[in-house]
Nanobody
Framework: VQLQASGGGLVQAGGSLRLSCVGS????????VGWFRQAPGKEREFVAA????????AYADSVKGRFTISRDNAKNAVYLQMNSLEPEETAVYYC??????????????????WGQGTLVTVSS
């Protein structure tokens, strides 16, 4: 599985962005997909994840109520709608995929495939 993340850019604090992650391969629709982010000088952190069937999702506490993850398996795509962005959320955002039947993992080591990342810059 290969992943391509896009949709990053510059936005003012309080603004919104929608990130996209498009996967290749016939089995992408059977993969859990997660979003992680890494700010300069900081460790990579979990943001959100969605089960392959879209029925289960998980969010970091810091983004609950502001971010929404969704997927369209017909398009091999997963989206992250980010609202009310804050300057401290400036980071490179990565999407990752893991082939599993059950569960929605929230740790980076559980994901086998990673995209190249897309930069989100939130200005104050």
């Amino acid at each position: 599985v290969q992943l391509q993340a896009s949709g990053g850019g510059l936005v003012q604090a309080g603004g919104s962005l929608r990130l996209s992650c498009v996967g290749s391969g016939r089995t992408f629709s059977r993969h859990v997909v997660g979003w992680f982010r890494q700010a300069p000088g900081k460790e990579r952190e979990f943001v959100a994840a969605i089960h392959w069937n879209g029925a289960s999702t998980a969010y970091a506490d810091s983004v609950k109520g502001r971010f929404t993850i969704s997927r369209d398996n017909a398009k091999n795509a997963v989206y992250l709608q980010m609202n009310s962005l804050e300057p401290e959320e400036t980071a490179v955002y990565y999407c990752a995929a893991d082939y599993r039947i059950l569960g929605v993992p929230t740790t980076a080591r559980d994901y086998d495939y990673w995209g190249q990342g897309t930069l989100v810059t939130v200005s104050s």
